[in-house]
């Protein structure tokens, strides 16, 4: 990518970094930690070293920003239809073939590191908690691309929106450093995760990433009481075998059985031209979900499954249910109205 000059006064300097030798800069935000020449960024393309110094080239601007419905992160047990205010920025530490948002989250490989600054529309974190108070809107998501990789904006809308009493909401690939990921959870409700696949080739070939940094940062999050969702795209010829499947399944009931799972249908995009995931797939990751002993297994991206409605565990009674992004609540302040069971999430 070529490297134009800039003028760091008009950047914000980056944490998590450690100077190395000949005026490089390790990056620590994510699990790749770059090693960062001068005048160059990491992997992710936003991360970039100005004369020794690490700096993000995306704070306070939204390349994409929307009002959308808790269901669409995906979570479906945290606040059920609660509208939640969301935004992303360029960039990303992978380059997932299948990416659904890859204009955005690839643009540092097609454009120049001016462009790069200049993209999105200023949103700093004081407007976008301003603009949730004044519209009522109780929640914020990082999403659409890696907020791992912008995360000093993240940190600081996170940490003004707990103060104002939002909920905040991680939407990530599950890459980011330990140091990373204790700085932010004070001030952090909810967190999705892609599980993309159930192996270290998957990741490393498809996605341009490693699988044990993720499932290690799945079982922490959960171990610190933050609420964790896991996705995973079931793409076509690449991930959907019974036994990779089986696998993912049998990580997070080792987890928790508790860890809802949404299975995800995949459709071409970028550079994945597999035809869609069959219906057929679909309802066998779903059936293995449940027979690993997870409770909760969800179907996404596909209508007429009739596998996106929430049931008791223990009696099967509908809790909630879900067409589309319309939900109908059902629960007991969080237990089911039936049998008293209580449902793991936040209700």
């Known amino acids: ?31 790749h930690r770059c090693q960062i020449p001068k005048g160059k960024t990491g992997i992710c393309g936003v991360r970039y070293n100005h004369e020794g110094k690490l700096y993000l080239l995306v704070y306070g601007r939204a390349v994409a920003y929307n009002v959308d419905p ?12 609660m509208p939640i205010f969301s935004f992303g920025t360029v960039g990303c530490n ?22 790069i600054v200049e993209s999105g529309t200023p949103f700093p974190p004081a407007d976008i908690v301003g603009y949730c108070l004044k519209n009522k809107i109780p929640a914020v998501a990082f999403t659409y691309n890696e907020p791992g990789i912008f995360f000093e904006y993240a940190y600081d809308t996170a940490k003004l929106a707990k103060e104002k009493g939002l909920k905040t909401v991680y939407v990530s690939n599950g890459f980011e450093t330990r ?18 696949g159930a ?19 799945i079982k922490y ?12 795209l079931v793409v076509t010829a690449h991930n959907e075998d019974d036994a990779g499947l089986r ?47 997870l409770k909760y297994v969800y179907v996404g991206n596909i209508m007429d499954m009739g596998h996106e409605n929430t049931y008791c565990p223990k009696c099967n009674e509908l809790l909630i249910e879900r067409f589309g992004y319309e939900v109908t609540d059902n629960l007991d302040k969080g237990k089911c109205p039936k049998c008293g069971e209580k449902i793991a999430g936040r209700f």
């Open 1 to 31: 990518m070529p490297m134009g000059k800039i003028d760091p006064k008009a950047l914000h300097e980056a944490w998590f970094s450690k100077s190395l030798d000949k005026g490089m800069v390790g990056c620590l935000a994510c699990s």
């Open 70 to 81: 808790m269901e669409k992160k995906p979570l479906y047990h945290f606040y059920p239809g």
């Open 94 to 115: 992978f380059r997932c073939l299948f990416c659904q948002n890859w204009d955005i989250s690839q643009f540092h490989k097609e454009n120049p590191i001016e462009k």
């Open 179 to 196: 140091e990373a990921l204790d700085k932010i959870l004070p001030y952090v409700d909810a967190i999705n995760i892609d599980l993309k």
């Open 199 to 217: 192996t270290e080739e998957f990741y490393v070939k498809i996605c341009g990433g490693h699988i044990q940094p993720v499932k290690d940062n």
């Open 221 to 232: 999050l959960w171990d610190k009481g933050i609420w964790v969702e896991v996705t995973t």
């Open 247 to 293: 696998n993912i399944a049998k990580f997070l009931v080792s987890v928790s059985p508790d860890i809802p799972w949404h299975i995800s249908r995949y459709f071409p995009a970028y550079k994945m031209k597999e035809p869609p995931t069959s219906v057929d797939a679909l309802e066998r990751a779903y059936e293995i979900g449940k027979k690993a002993g």
